[in-house]
DNA sequence: TAAAAAATAACCAATGTCAGGTATTGTCTA
DNA sequence: TAGACAATACCTGACATTGGTTATTTTTTA
C-alpha cells in the first residue's frame, strides 16, 4: 500500500485526484494541503511514502517546500506535480531532491507509473521535463541556482508594480547600483534575459501572490 | 439528467474532475476537450447542458470561446472555471453570457450547486468572484483585454517570451517602428507605462499560453 | 568561529524602451 | 459610403535596462 498526500492550493484539483486515486488498488490517500506549510504538518501527522506536491501555491513554494521535506523526512518521496516546465524550477527542484518532476497535463496512466516507481525509490520525470533538464547548460557556478533571496524577490514584486530601477532604490533607501545587481543576479539565476521573462516567471510561480 | 462537458488543458485535472462527477447521481460527463475549438466540436456532437470551461487553454482563449459557444448553441451554459480571479477577465466573460464564474480553490459542494444552479437557468458566482465584481475600484480600467486587437496580443505574446522590439519586428517581416507605434498603443490602452506592468496583465488575465 | 551567502555599491558602453508626434493604407460596419 | 478602427511606417530625444566587472560589509549557517 503506497500511502500519498496531495498538496495543491486548488481544491477542486485535490478532490478530483483524490477521487481518481482512491480507484486505484495499492494507493491510499492520507490526506491533503493547501500550502507548503500545511503539507509539513500533514507529514509529520500521517507519515506519507510519497507527497505529489503543487509547486504553485502561496506561503511557502515548492522549492522550499521539498527542501525541508528532505531535511525533516528523508524517507518521504516528492513528486512535483506542476503546469510549468520553467529551467529554473526544475534545476532547483532536481538539485533540492525532488524524486519526479511530472507536468499537470500528463495523463491518468502516466501519474500511477510516476508515483509507483518513486515510492519503490526510482526517479520520474515527464517527457517534456527530462528534455529540458538534458539542455541545461550552467554558466556560473555561484548564480545558477534558482533560489531567489528575499531582497531578490522583493526586487521582482517592485518591479511587476510597474517601478523602475531608481524609483525602487528611492523607495528601498538604497543605492541605484544596487538594484542594478540586483536585478542582474535575478536574470543571472533564474537564466533569462529580460524584464518581460522575470515577470512572467513571477506571476507564473507565484512569486506575487 | 444533466450532461456535463469538461474543457481544461490539464489532462490529470479533467480526469480527476471526471472521477469526481461520475460519483454524482443526476450528472452525466458527455466527454471532454483540451481547447477552446476541441471544446466547440465536442458541443456539436454531443449537445451538453452544461460546459465547464477553463479560461487558461491554448489556442482559443476563454472569451472567445464562451463567445462563440454562446452565439451557436445559446441553450448551453458555459460555467468558467478557474484559478485567475482578475477583474478584467471576469468582467468581459460575464459581458459575453458567461453563466457563472467558479474557482479552482472552491470546494466540491460548490462546485455541484454551480452545476445544478447554472443548469436550472440560473448564474453561480464564487464568493470571491462576486466580491471582485462589486469592487467599485478595478485593478485594470474598462480598456481591457476587450478593446486590443489581435496583432496588438500577439505582440504582447512575443514580449513574453523575452523577444525584444527589433527581434520581434524579424520575426513578423515587419517594421521595427510599427512594433514601437504598437507598444505605445499597448500601454496606452491599458493605461501602463513599461512592458512589467503589461506582462503582469497579460499573465494574470490569461492572454497568454 | 570560519565559511558561505546575501546585500550593498560602483562604473560604463551598448542596447532597448517610452513619449511625443505625423501619416498612409486597408477593412469593417452603421 | 462615410467614419471608425486596425495595421502599417517614420523620426527624435529622453530615459531605462543589460552585460561585464570588481569589491566591501553584513548576515546566516554549518
Redesign the pocket.
Known amino acids: 500500500m503506497i500511502r500519498v498526500l496531495i498538496a495543491d492550493d486548488h481544491q477542486m484539483f485535490i478532490d478530483g485526484l483524490k477521487s481518481l486515486l482512491e480507484r486505484e488498488s495499492g494507493i491510499e490517500i492520507t490526506g491533503s494541503a493547501n500550502n507548503g506549510t500545511q503539507a509539513l504538518e500533514c507529514i509529520e501527522a500521517q507519515k506519507p511514502d510519497v507527497v505529489l506536491l503543487d509547486i504553485n501555491m502561496p506561503e511557502m513554494n515548492g522549492i522550499n517546500t521539498t527542501a525541508l521535506i528532505r531535511k525533516k523526512y528523508p524517507a518521504v518521496k516528492v513528486l512535483i506535480l506542476t503546469m510549468y516546465k520553467t529551467k529554473g524550477f526544475i534545476n532547483g527542484l532536481t538539485r533540492t531532491g525532488a524524486a519526479g518532476y511530472i507536468l499537470k497535463n500528463t495523463s491518468h496512466s502516466e501519474l500511477m507509473e510516476a508515483i509507483r516507481t518513486v515510492a519503490a525509490g526510482g526517479t520520474f520525470f515527464s517527457k517534456e521535463v527530462a528534455e529540458t533538464l538534458s539542455d541545461k547548460k550552467p554558466r556560473f557556478e555561484?548564480h545558477s541556482?534558482a533560489?531567489?533571496?528575499?531582497?531578490?524577490i522583493?526586487?521582482i514584486r517592485e518591479?511587476a508594480k510597474g517601478?523602475?530601477?531608481?524609483?525602487?532604490?528611492e523607495k528601498?533607501?538604497?543605492?541605484?547600483?544596487?538594484?542594478?545587481?540586483?536585478?542582474?543576479?535575478?536574470?543571472?539565476k533564474l537564466q533569462?534575459?529580460?524584464?518581460?521573462?522575470?515577470i512572467l516567471y513571477a506571476s507564473q510561480s507565484g512569486l506575487l501572490d
Open positions: 555561484v541556482d533560489s531567489l533571496s528575499k531582497r531578490e522583493e526586487i518591479i517601478l523602475t530601477t531608481k524609483q525602487i532604490a528601498l533607501f538604497i543605492s541605484y547600483y544596487t538594484i542594478e545587481t540586483h536585478r542582474k543576479n535575478i536574470l543571472s533569462l534575459t529580460n524584464t518581460a521573462e522575470v
